[in-house]
């Protein structure tokens, strides 16, 4: 059974600093790209970090600078290190796993990240 399990969302004031952590199971981590999606009220989904198999990153342009996706394949982890936040960056974020090879694909259930003074 696949599981991807996210941690780390709050509530926090602007500027501030979280690190969301998203724990993989039932998979061979270290052959998925994995990547963070948020998803404001109202909104789409959208891709904010991803990272691939072998450690490249890319990033949202509305992000970039101020967030870092990191993985531990040991621990079977990826991490969205998120720095200078903003209101905008307000949204749930969700986790997902990709492997294009053999077409499996995941979604983690989401963390609340809430950026307000």
């Known amino acids: 059974q696949v599981q991807l399990v996210e941690s780390g969302g709050g509530l926090v004031q602007p500027g501030g600093s979280l690190r969301l952590s998203c724990g993989a199971s039932?998979?061979?981590?270290?052959?998925?790209?994995m990547g963070w999606y948020r998803q404001a009220s109202g909104t789409q989904r959208e891709l904010v970090a991803h990272?691939?198999?072998?450690?490249?990153?890319s990033y949202a342009d509305s992000v970039k600078g101020r967030f870092t996706i990191s993985r531990a394949n040991a621990k079977n982890t990826v991490y969205l290190q998120m720095n200078s936040l903003k209101p905008e960056d307000t949204a749930v974020y969700y986790c997902?796993?990709?492997?294009?090879?053999?077409?499996?694909?995941?979604w983690g259930q989401g963390t609340q990240v809430t950026v307000s003074s």
């Open positions: 997902n796993a990709r492997n294009d090879y053999i077409k499996s694909y995941w």
């Open positions: 990272i691939t198999s072998g450690g490249s990153t």
């Open positions: 039932g998979i061979t981590f270290s052959s998925y790209a």
